[in-house]
């Protein structure tokens, strides 16, 4: 936007975005209105059209300007013009009234709160809006809605406050906490009967508990500690106050896990949660869901901040089980939605113990464990009407996922034998009255348990619940023997060891993917125990074969087929020598011959129908992939010639697809697991596969041609007579590759190219580093891997540090001392030309643009550089911080002199990488 619109265009905007019938000058006011917000004009004009308060779509779109303008783009202002930036959004929340309408407050408010955040010349700011605004029953809702986003926007990761700004904000807000509580104190007096303004002040004590500013002994002196308690207590306390209250006790409870500086406030708050038993069995009586969840979400919190001292002294002060109990009484919640809120607990719970591992303990919580699964068990059972197989989708589905995974993580605590003999004890109990819902659940629990049995162990149990399966009438519930298809499937590692009942199950499974139903998970369990039981079933393969063969008859998911074929290729690699090319050919044929007759229909792709190749490809993909025959030396590749005869179909689908990147990249992956299959002995394939390769690269930059180069480049580099042609495979990959990359935006708009095109780099430094850095492309790519660091995409970002920390390493790596000089020397030099601004851009990476959990791949290739010569290194570094800024756009100092002295000496005098990285990942905070 070259020039500031007048007031009345953009109102007119404003207008015909909210008003306008027709579509498309909706979608042209938005654009243009998006530009003005991203424009330095929007400061004057979201001013202006506040203090005209023409109407509710004007204001409200002013107010949200002024917000994201604070919150995105502070660093447009001089910090001259701050105190009339600040005056004016002061007067313009003076005028709020019990008329304006909530969303302009909210935005108001954290336009406000933000400003004050970064504005570090507003000393007191807190105290100075108590003063302005307390004293006003009109603003009192306004002032309570800023209290309460202060310190939620402390931690913002968007205000970039910095860790020296933010530890002055908490010594401020602590500071004020006197005065907070002070006047929350009197709302509470005076607006006994306002449920609104109580459910405010609970969310001001939460919100400044999220942060810790709220000292324990300033807070358990008030009456404020007792109030969210008392409400909780009223059997008729409104939804939103209720919440709000559960909200500010769980943020003191937060709080309440450093145990060590908020004792007593642990304390206090265990006795007042247990107070809320009874309100909470009140609220199961009168079937108040809402209520029963925010209880549950209170006694979770509890059990959660005094985990530690529950399992170091259970049953001792704060250790006390009575918490324990209390979520077990949620978990016989007769609605799953409370079980699950206490998951992370037990989660929690069963990582301590499994890493204390002492069996004394473990049987302290053994009774509390068993208890939960038999809770689990009820939660999971369906519902008597249903029909059909369980549903694979929907939330009750997802819970039952989560249940099994949970099962998976605490039934050690429990032991997998008693539990598993319990479920079926359960069942056997219940045989004569039993209900299929009940019987399908305690299958599926058995289920979750199933890989836990040791398979040398257990001959009592597991031979009966077998036995009882396989016996199940035709007119048992579908459910249930869908289940128990599934349950035979968990316990593959089982079988193994009981061969006996092997041909037994497999008729068993051969009889389930008969059924439409069941086909999917007969054909999944049918994959496990395939795998598991390979040795055993070389006799069954080419029963096998004809299954596949006849794959398309059966009602197959696509993930039950694929899984189907893994199954079969892995006993396929387990044949004698002489089966294999012959088993290999029947799996691929009735692939490719498909696959052959789209390529020649000349039927346009439409994805999930008959004409969509993925189909056929993701299969063959699966046969080569799991196909691993143990070859001896001298012996020729069984599955070359094959692989051979499948090529030609596979280079008519690249050439026919080739600007379908969705099919292309299924392409490319079945070639892949093909050469990977075949190793060296895919070498015929090298010239055909690398020239029509770099042909369709040409026209289309699909990255997956870049991933295909690195596999080729992984299993030829090593050959001497294959690195020419490698070479220039990279070259002419890297000419169209970084004309997309230069273009505007251009690595943050192809981070697959990025993260493919540094992949195949690092293979040729692992595979052949000298051919790489003698040629003409190691330099470009060098200073487009230093152009890509800023790059905030995970894999991408991943793939280029990677590329750069063994590209380091190289020059000091002496396993082939033949050329050893000559790396070194090729790697010193080009860093002599772009070390410094290596240096530059990882630094600034890490502090300006990329996520903590990313630092420590690029402190990797920071180490590997000082490693290299720590004296040159110590200049770079020094040269970047002094390149720094000082100060954020509000004036609050960074870094200071100190800061950045202590961050250069614990870096350069750093001895091993992982207290660099501690080093870089602190230092970025100061700029966060």
């Known amino acids: 936007m070259d020039q500031a619109p007048s007031v009345e265009t953009v109102l007119q905007a404003v207008q015909a975005l909210y008003t306008n019938p027709d579509v498309l000058g909706k979608e042209k006011a938005s654009v243009w209105l998006g530009e003005l917000q991203k424009s330095v004009y929007a400061w004057q004009l979201a001013d202006q059209l506040l203090c005209m308060n023409h109407s509710l779509e004007s204001c409200y779109f002013a107010a949200q300007t002024m917000r994201t303008k604070i919150q995105y783009a502070f660093h447009e202002l001089p910090q001259t013009s701050h105190q009339s930036l600040r005056d004016s959004l002061l007067e313009h929340v003076s005028k709020i009234s019990a008329e304006t309408p909530p969303v302009i407050v909210t935005q108001l408010s954290l336009a406000l709160a933000d400003l004050a955040l970064q504005m570090s010349t507003w000393k007191n700011s807190v105290a100075d809006l108590i003063n302005r605004f307390g004293s006003n029953s009109q603003q009192l809702p306004f002032l309570l809605e800023v209290l309460t986003v202060v310190p939620e926007e402390v931690n913002s990761r968007s205000l970039r406050l910095g860790a020296n700004r933010r530890a002055e904000l908490l010594d401020e807000l602590t500071a004020a906490c006197p005065l907070i509580l002070q006047l929350l104190t009197a709302c509470l007096d005076n607006y006994l009967e306002d449920p609104r303004v109580q459910a405010r002040c609970f969310r001001v004590i939460g919100s400044w508990f999220s942060v810790g500013a709220i000292p324990q002994e300033t807070f358990l002196n008030t009456k404020i500690m007792a109030a969210p308690f008392k409400a909780l207590a009223v059997l008729d306390c409104p939804n939103t106050l209720h919440e709000a209250a559960t909200d500010c006790i769980c943020s003191a409870l937060y709080c309440a896990e450093d145990l060590a500086k908020y004792h007593q406030l642990a304390h206090s708050m265990f006795e007042g949660v247990q107070t809320l038993l009874e309100p909470y069995h009140m609220a199961v009586a009168e079937d108040n869901t809402d209520k029963c969840i925010n209880y549950c979400r ?408 870049l991933y295909l180069g690195s596999i080729l480049v992984d299993e030829y580099g090593g050959e001497s007579n294959c690195i020419p042609g490698l070479l220039e495979m990279l070259q002419a990959f890297c000419h169209p590759t970084f004309k997309i990359l230069e273009e505007h935006n251009g690595l943050r708009n192809h981070p697959d190219t990025v993260d493919d095109l540094f992949r195949l780099c690092l293979r040729f430094v692992q595979r052949s580093p000298l051919s790489f850095l003698q040629s003409a492309m190691c330099k470009p790519l060098l200073c487009c891997a230093i152009a890509a660091c800023s790059l905030d995409h995970k894999d991408a970002n991943a793939s280029v540090m990677k590329f750069l920390s063994d590209f380091i390493k190289c020059s000091r790596e002496k396993e082939d001392k033949d050329d050893f000089e000559a790396r070194s020397l090729a790697v010193k030099h080009l860093l002599n030309d772009h070390g410094q601004a290596l240096v530059h851009a990882t630094i600034n990476a890490c502090v300006f643009c990329l996520p903590s959990y990313m630092i420590p791949d690029v402190a990797e290739v920071l180490y590997e550089l000082m490693l290299v010569d720590r004296a040159t290194f110590c200049v770079w570094l020094e040269m970047t911080l002094k390149a720094l800024p000082t100060e954020n756009s509000g004036g609050a100092v960074t870094a200071t002199r100190k800061q950045l002295t202590d961050f250069h000496k614990s870096v350069t005098t750093a001895e091993e990488l992982k207290s660099l990285m501690h080093a870089v990942r602190d230092f970025s905070r100061l700029y966060r």
């Open 298 to 705: 209170i006694f979770t919190e509890l059990a959660e901040s005094l985990l530690e001292v529950v399992v170091e002294t259970p049953n001792q002060g704060l250790g006390s089980l009575v918490t324990v109990d209390l979520l077990l009484t949620c978990v016989g919640h007769h609605l799953y939605e409370v079980a699950e809120i206490t998951f992370n607990f037990w989660y929690r719970l069963s990582e301590e113990l499994y890493q204390r591992n002492i069996q004394q303990l473990t049987q302290v919580f053994r009774p509390y464990i068993q208890r939960l699964i038999i809770a689990l068990c009820r939660h999971c059972q369906l519902e008597s009407d249903h029909e059909g197989v369980p549903d694979a989708t929907g939330d009750f589905e997802e819970f039952r996922l989560r249940v099994s995974e949970l099962i998976k993580d605490v039934v050690f605590i429990a032991g997998s034998s008693c539990c598993f003999a319990q479920m079926f004890e359960n069942l056997k109990d219940q045989s004569a009255a039993s209900t299929w819902e009940t019987s399908e659940a305690a299958l599926f629990v058995m289920t979750a348990i199933a890989k836990n049995i040791l398979p040398r162990e257990e001959s009592d149990i597991v031979p009966q619940v077998v036995q009882a399966i396989l016996a199940l009438p035709p007119e048992t519930h579908v459910a249930v023997r869908y289940t128990s298809i599934q349950l035979l499937g968990e316990l593959s590692e089982w079988i193994e060891q009981h061969p006996q009942l092997l041909d037994p199950v497999l008729q068993y499974l051969l009889a389930g993917l008969q059924n439409p139903s069941m086909a999917s998970m007969a054909a999944t369990a049918l994959q496990s125990i395939s795998t598991q039981c390979k040795d055993q079933m070389t006799n069954h393969f080419q029963g096998l074969v004809n299954i596949v063969q006849a794959m398309d008859s059966f009602n197959l998911s696509t993930d039950a087929a694929i899984g189907l074929l893994k199954g079969t290729a892995t006993i396929l690699g387990r044949l004698h020598y002489t089966k294999i090319s012959e088993g290999l050919r029947q799996l691929c044929l009735c692939q490719i011959d498909p696959l052959r007759r789209l390529i020649e229909s000349g039927e346009p792709v439409k994805q999930g129908t008959p004409t969509d190749p993925t189909v056929w490809l993701d299969r063959l993909a699966a046969i080569f992939r799991y196909t691993n025959p143990t070859i001896t030396n001298g012996q020729k590749h069984p599955c070359q010639p094959v692989i051979m005869e499948m090529w030609p179909v596979l280079s008519q689908a690249c050439n026919k697809y080739q600007a379908d990147v969705r099919v292309i990249e299924r392409c490319c992956r079945c070639i892949r697991f093909a050469i990977r299959c075949l190793g060296k002995n895919s070498a015929t394939l090298l010239t055909p596969l690398v020239t029509q390769m770099v042909q369709l690269y040409a026209v289309h930059q699909h990255s997956c041609f």
